[in-house]
């Protein structure tokens, strides 16, 4: 499902709450947004380490405090 972005005449805006709702029938919209970032996560995870992806979702956070 997407739940991103729509294109109106070469104008791009984001769907609104009732539109998703209007759209996919009242679907648990926040939990299939949920589940998907799980599934990112279990991607990451199973990826090498020196995947440049994988380094930046699990950078350490102090390494940034400058």
């Not at 029938?25 to 990451?44: A, C, P, Q, S, T």
């Amino acid at each position: 499902m997407i739940y991103g972005p729509i294109n109106n005449d070469g104008v791009w805006r984001t769907r609104h709450g009732n539109e998703l709702h209007t759209l996919y029938d009242k679907l648990y919209i926040v939990g299939n947004i949920k589940v998907g970032r799980l599934m990112w996560l279990g991607y990451l995870f199973r990826m090498q380490e020196m995947d440049p992806c994988r380094k930046l979702t699990f950078l350490n956070q102090q390494s940034l405090d400058v």
